[in-house]
């Protein structure tokens, strides 16, 4: 037996070193791959990554067992191009569509999305032209009254995602998620195209908000689903005296990836309009998404989101105070203030008394006019 075992010695060393050769085989080029620049190596491995979360589970297991690791989901989902594709979108949505195919294309979006057609300032589906033009449809002026009661109102139809006080300089986007106050509406100061500075005590960024004592920070998030009417509006009586344009990406901002994404708003692209009411400090951020490249504001034609010109981790400055407007752009309850391609987000941070109270519920549905909150 011994014998037999010692003639088959030199046999299964053989195979062995047969069967390992693969294995060494990836393993240097694993190694190879190491030491490549970082954008190279993403690209090799991001196709692998992807049959990873793709294929049938284990699939790809025997590469893990070599050295490799698939790219997390996040970072995977990061990767995406969202800018070039969002831009892709709204060339395409600008493509006149032919007569006899709109209302077909639009039936579609409406039984996908839910859309009410009967509040639309047009109904006929043939009026649209393209699709850019069917999501940003006006609504009849009495679909949405407007409420008188209460200081504050809903810009936009929307989900509720949060809303609350401001603590610790942190906001949450949903519950349990939150982001940095100062990365989301960045530093007091005005400077165009530069990069962000270390952010100070959370204290100091609070007090440069905060304008009268005993008052404090208040936020509400609204979710924009693609069925919902895409234009916002002024949520209260105040003076606009700022626009910040961050250029950013394009991710999804659904609640789902809002959970999963930490500091979803704070990469995304946004428009943050900053002014005055009469309680003191009042903001407004439009916030992009995928395939939303577009945030126009009605009164700012100078704004460019999703251009190529402007580089992600930079964000642009343009002050609407001049020498003959010295107070800003004054901006009533309920007045056009701008509009979406397609559905997004929108996070109003502003200051109040302590005794402000909201009328909401989070996860409710709300349309635009009707009560967030009021003293």
């Not at 952010?199 to 908000?209: D, E, H, I, V, Y």
């Amino acid at each position: 037996m011994c014998q037999s075992e010692a003639r088959r010695g030199p046999e299964l060393g053989a195979a062995a070193k047969w069967l390992h050769f693969p294995q060494l085989a990836l393993r240097r080029r694993l190694g190879q791959l190491s030491c490549m620049s970082r954008p190279a190596l993403k690209l090799r491995s991001w196709p692998l990554t992807v049959l990873y979360y793709l294929l049938p589970f284990g699939a790809l297991r025997p590469l893990s067992r070599v050295g490799w690791r698939p790219v997390s989901r996040v970072a995977l989902y990061k990767s995406v191009p969202t800018r070039l594709l969002s831009r892709a979108w709204g060339r395409l949505n600008q493509v006149e569509l032919p007569h006899w195919l709109r209302r077909p294309v639009y039936s579609l979006y409406i039984w996908t999305f839910g859309v009410n057609m009967k509040e639309a300032a047009v109904e006929d589906l043939h009026h649209y032209r393209n699709l850019s033009e069917f999501f940003r449809r006006k609504l009849k002026p009495q679909a949405r009254p407007v409420c008188g009661l209460h200081s504050v109102i809903s810009p936009s139809d929307g989900k509720i995602l949060n809303f609350g006080q401001v603590k610790n300089c942190e906001v949450e986007q949903v519950k349990g998620v939150t982001y940095s106050l100062e990365s989301f509406l960045g530093p007091r100061t005005s400077t165009d195209d530069l990069s962000f500075p270390p952010a100070p005590p959370c204290g100091s960024f609070r007090n440069q908000l905060v304008t009268r004592e005993g008052n404090e920070l208040y936020h509400c998030v609204i979710y924009l689903a693609p069925g919902d009417y895409h234009c916002f509006h002024s949520p209260t009586d105040w003076t606009v005296s700022h626009r910040r344009h961050f250029p950013g990406s394009l991710m999804s901002v659904n609640p789902g990836m809002a959970r999963w994404i930490k500091e979803l708003f704070c990469h995304n692209e946004r428009v943050v309009l900053t002014g005055d009411w009469k309680h003191g400090f009042f903001s407004l951020t439009a916030v992009g998404a995928t395939n939303v490249g577009s945030i126009r504001i009605y009164f700012d034609r100078d704004l460019h989101t999703n251009s190529p010109r402007y580089s992600k981790g930079s964000y642009n400055d343009f002050s609407f105070v001049t020498h003959t407007n010295k107070e800003g752009i004054p901006m009533r309850k309920g007045e056009h203030l701008g509009e979406f391609n397609l559905g997004s987000t929108i996070v109003l941070i502003f200051e109040a008394p302590k005794d402000f109270n909201f009328k909401l519920k989070a996860g409710q549905k709300i349309r635009f006019g009707e009560a967030l909150g009021s003293l």
